[in-house]
C-alpha cells in the first residue's frame, strides 16, 4: 500500500511539560492504526498535531508527499484529514438525514448527494431514523452518526478521538466492524482505551507512554510486551 502519512520526530510542550517527544508514526492508504496509553500519555496532543490544531515544536508531518506543518487548521481539511472528536459533535436541532447531507462536500448534485446519503444510513445503521432528530439519538447512535458525517466528506484520512467511549460491547463491536468497513476507501486512526475494541481491529498498534511512543506492532505482539503489561495493561 502507498504511504498517505508519515510523522516524524514530532515534539511538543506546554510551558515546562512535555506533551509529546521524538514522536514517529507512519499510515498507508486504507490502513487502520490504533494509538493506546494512559491518560496523559500524550495521544491527543499527537492527534492535534496530525490534524493542524496544534503546531509542532520539531519534526515533520509528511501527507502524500507534502509537508503540512504550520499550515492553517483548514488547509489540512482540504488536503484530505477529517477528526472526530471524543464526545459526540452533530447538529441536534436537525434530523440524521440532514446531518449527513449537510457534511457532504459538494452538494451541487442533488441525486447523487441522496444516493450518497442512502449508503451512509445503510453503513451506520440509522435508516429508521433518518427524519429523527439528531438530539434525541442514543449516545451510541450519535457516534455511529459524527463517523457518518466525517465519512461524507470523503476524507482520505479519518482520525478517531475514542470512537467507543461509553459504549456497550455490542455497540463497540458495532463501531469496529464499521470502522473496518470505512477503511475500504479511507486510512483510518484511532485513539482507545478499550482492548476489545483493538483487538477486534486486529491493527497496527501505537503504544505511548509520557509523550513517548514505547511499543508499535501487531495488536498481539503489543499486548504481550512486558514494557506495556507494566505500564499500561497492568502485569495481571
Not at 509537508?67 to 487548521?73: A, D, E, F, K, Y
Not at 442533488?110 to 445503510?122: C, S
Request: charged share 25%; proline share 3%.
Amino acid at each position: 500500500m502507498k504511504q498517505l502519512l508519515q510523522a516524524s520526530g514530532l515534539g511538543k510542550t506546554f510551558g515546562g511539560v512535555t506533551a509529546a517527544r521524538d514522536v514517529s508514526i507512519e499510515i498507508s492508504e486504507k490502513q487502520v492504526v490504533c494509538v493506546i496509553g494512559a491518560n496523559g500519555a500524550g495521544k491527543s496532543t499527537l492527534f492535534n498535531m496530525l490534524c493542524g490544531a496544534l503546531t509542532p515544536d520539531v519534526g515533520q508531518v509528511i501527507f502524500d508527499g507534502e509537508s503540512l506543518v504550520g499550515l492553517p487548521l483548514h488547509e489540512f481539511a482540504r488536503k484530505g484529514i477529517a477528526r472526530k472528536f471524543q464526545v459526540p459533535s452533530v447538529f441536534g436541532s436537525l434530523t440524521v438525514n440532514q446531518n449527513l447531507k449537510l457534511s457532504c462536500r459538494d452538494t451541487s448534485k442533488t441525486k447523487t448527494l441522496d444516493t450518497r446519503t442512502e449508503r451512509m444510513l445503510e453503513r451506520i445503521d440509522l435508516v429508521e431514523l433518518r427524519d429523527v432528530t439528531a438530539s434525541l439519538l442514543a449516545h451510541g447512535q450519535k457516534q455511529w452518526l459524527e463517523i457518518g458525517m466525517a465519512l461524507m466528506s470523503q476524507p482520505r484520512l479519518l482520525l478517531l478521538d475514542e470512537p467507543t467511549a461509553g459504549m456497550t460491547p455490542e455497540e463497540t463491536q458495532k463501531t469496529a466492524d464499521l470502522i473496518l468497513s470505512a477503511a475500504e476507501e479511507t486510512a483510518v486512526m484511532a485513539i482507545e482505551h478499550d482492548m476489545g475494541f483493538v483487538r477486534a481491529l486486529n491493527c497496527q498498534t501505537y503504544v505511548m507512554h509520557q509523550g513517548e511512543i514505547i511499543v508499535q506492532g501487531d495488536f498481539k505482539d503489543v499486548g504481550r510486551n512486558e514494557r506495556v503489561r507494566d505500564v499500561y495493561l497492568g502485569k495481571a
